[in-house]
Structures are given as C-alpha cells and as structure tokens.
C-alpha cells in the first residue's frame, strides 16, 4: 500500500538550517496547474457564498472614505464590478454621512436617528446609488432636492418614519424609480400630497413604479381621511395652505405650508402647528377658525411676486400675490398646559399693522369680534373649499 503523500507549501518566512540537505518531495499526480485551479475556485467560492472578506473603498483622491460606524463592502475587480455596498444600519447617525465610497450602489441607513434629508449630501454617490434604505429613522422633513440627480435609484425606502408631507417634485429625478416605500408613516393627506397618488399613476411611470405595502401607506390626517390608503384618498376637498400669506415683520412674507383641518380654536391650531415641527399658526375667526402653519424665512421661491408684499406695512386688502391675507400669526409654543392662548404682542400688534379698535379698518374689510371679545380685523370668507387654483391634480 503506497503511503500517503503529504505536501507542503514553504512561505518566505521558512529558513533552512545550516547543513541541512534540502528535499524535494512530489506528490504522485498533483501538478503545480491543479493547485492554481483548485486556490481559484476556492477563492470564487467565498466570494458567492458572502463570506470574502471587505475591503475599504477608495475615493478618488486615493484615501479611504468608508464612513465611522459603516461597514463598506467593496469587492475588486476583474472578479466583480467595483460596486460598494454601505451598511451604516444601527449606527446611531443624526445626520447622513458626508463621506461615501465613489461607486456606491446599496445604501442602508435604517434603524438610526436621521431627522432630516439636506439637500446634495448624497450628490457624490447620486448617479450610482441603486437601493436607499432609510426605514426607521426619525425623518420628519425632505427636502425638494433630497434626491437630486439620483437617475440609477431603483429602490427608495422610507417606510417607518414621522414623514407628514412630500414636496411636489421631490421623485421627479429618480427616472429609474421602481420600488417607493412610505408605509408606517403618519401622513397628512391634504392639499400639499395630493399630486402622490397623480405621480404615482402617470403615463411616464405607470406600471413601473411600485408603491410597496399600500395598504400600510395610510392618511393620518385629516380625521375625515384618517387609516385611508394614500392611494384612495380624495383629495378634491382640500385646503391648499400655499393660498393664504400673512406678514411677521416689515419686510418677512410668510406663506403657509400646511393646513389642520380638524383644529377649531387657536389652542388646537398650536397643538396641530408643533407636531408638524413649524413655527408660526393662525387660526382667524374670519376664515371659520381655519387653522394655518408655517415657517419663517420670507417668500418662496415659487412665488417671487408676494416676496415685496410686507414691505411697507400690512397689506390693506385681502388679496395680494393671488392669495388671501390672514391676521398676524402667532408663534407656535411647545406647551400646551397653559390657558388662554394668544399670539404674543410682537406677532399680535406689529409696529406697523393697524391697532384693532383704534384705527379705521382697511376699505372693504368689515371689523369684527373674536371669540375673545377682543376687536380684530375681519376679512371676507375664505375661498370655497376645492376651488384653489393650487390644488388641482397635477399634469401627468
């Protein structure tokens, strides 16, 4: 019986003793080309069951740009494209991470403490990122340019989060869209998310792009609306916030961003006003109580022409720039323990409006009383509701 053959590979670190014959051993039908093979297929098997161990990506200046508390699996090529896969899940980020491999394809960040999406922060990555993970998280805000030239996206989740509301545009760059996830999020399905459903079935999309889980992408508001699928809901009788505008200060326009329809006196318009995280509410007798929200920081830039309309004063009519004028709005306070609210003396009394009871109304605007019995100015009846020239179903 011949006796088995034992082979063995000396590395550079091997030495020979000093007088030491060295042998050459040979094992009976194992060329040096089977060895080559079988260290190949050995390798290419690790690779296909995941088990290759990653490398850091390297950017184009040459330096490593896997980000702290990431892990970037980037295999090399000729075996594999160069396409990195970024896990930053359970890494307790606030913010996305600045620095990315060039050539990432896969992005997870779900499970961290992301707020918000800054515009471009992903632009290094836009154009080969091909999967975005961001379920749970804390995102409460994106951006109109979050996905900014993101043309390779095919999956985009967003599912999970505290989202309220999509600026109209915000997928109009993610041409290769097939997969959008926003269920478990508790959304607002007023006037400003009515062009989702529209989007989602227009003739440039329809069939290729995917509302994952829809019957968990449900309305949390308004209380009419409220568990109705995003994609059943009926957006016709909606109040569109972008029609009112209102003055902080001399020079500061500010239009709203958000309407509560259920909110009927100025403590619930508060209340309604720091969940959406926004400043500023107004909630005028005048308009039925209707209940307004927004931010401060002047005229948008889709609506240039109201960007002058507080800079001499309060506007002495009702419609100015195609919207309505609504009273002084009051800052939203984080409390809702105290009694009585009022818009404080800043946003109730500028220096520059008229002093209810004092001074003669504008032409044309009867004056009024509030609930209170406090005098204030009065206008006409809002516009009925489904007729704003700003909510109709967007053009496909």
């Not at 075996?79 to 896990?87: D, T």
């Not at 926003?182 to 440039?204: H, Q």
């Not at 004056?367 to 005098?375: E, F, L, W």
Request: charged fraction near 15%; include cysteine.
């Amino acid at each position: 019986m011949r006796a088995a053959c034992h082979c063995e590979v000396m590395t550079g670190q091997q030495q020979q003793q000093p007088g030491q014959q060295q042998q050459q051993h040979s094992c009976p039908g194992t060329a040096p080309g089977t060895l080559l093979l079988l260290l190949l297929l050995m390798m290419m098997t690790l690779m296909m069951v995941g088990m290759a161990p990653p490398v850091a990506a390297v950017g184009s200046t040459g330096s490593l740009s896997c980000p702290v508390a990431c892990t970037c699996r980037c295999p090399l090529p000729p075996l594999l494209p160069a396409e990195c896969s970024v896990n930053c899940t359970l890494g307790e980020l606030q913010r996305l991470p600045p620095l990315l491999p060039d050539n990432t394809s896969s992005l997870d960040l779900s499970h961290n403490n992301i707020q918000e999406l800054e515009e471009d922060v992903l632009s290094r990555v836009a154009h080969s990122l091909s999967v975005l993970n961001l379920t749970d998280n804390k995102i409460f805000r994106l951006g109109v340019h979050a996905f900014r030239d993101m043309t390779s996206l095919l999956v985009l989740d967003l599912s999970d989060n505290q989202i309220g509301t999509l600026p109209n545009g915000v997928f109009d760059n993610l041409t290769s869209l097939a997969v959008l996830d926003v269920s478990g999020n508790p959304l607002d399905c007023g006037c400003e998310l009515a062009w989702l459903p529209w989007w989602l079935v227009a003739p440039a999309r329809a069939g290729r792009v995917v509302l994952a889980r829809p019957l968990r992408s449900l309305c949390a508001l308004p209380d009419r609306l409220a568990h109705t699928p995003v994609t059943a809901a009926n957006f016709s009788s909606a109040v569109c916030a972008a029609d009112y505008v209102a003055c902080l200060r001399p020079a500061s326009t500010l239009i709203f961003s958000a309407v509560d329809e259920d909110a009927h006196d100025e403590l619930g318009c508060n209340a309604a006003c720091a969940r959406r995280r926004l400043a500023y509410f107004s909630s005028d007798p005048a308009l039925n109580f209707l209940c307004l929200c927004g931010d401060a920081g002047g005229s948008p830039p889709a609506a240039p022409d109201c960007a002058a309309v507080c800079s001499t004063g309060y506007p002495a009519s009702r419609a100015v720039c195609g919207r309505v004028v609504v009273a002084p709005p009051a800052p939203v306070r984080s409390g809702a323990s105290f009694r009585g609210l009022r818009p404080s003396a800043s946003s109730r009394r500028p220096s520059f409006a008229p002093r209810p009871g004092t001074t003669p109304a504008p032409a044309g605007a009867p004056a009024g009383t509030s609930a209170t019995g406090r005098r204030r100015w009065t206008w006409p009846a809002a516009p009925p509701r489904g007729t704003s020239s700003r909510c109709p179903a967007p053009t496909p």
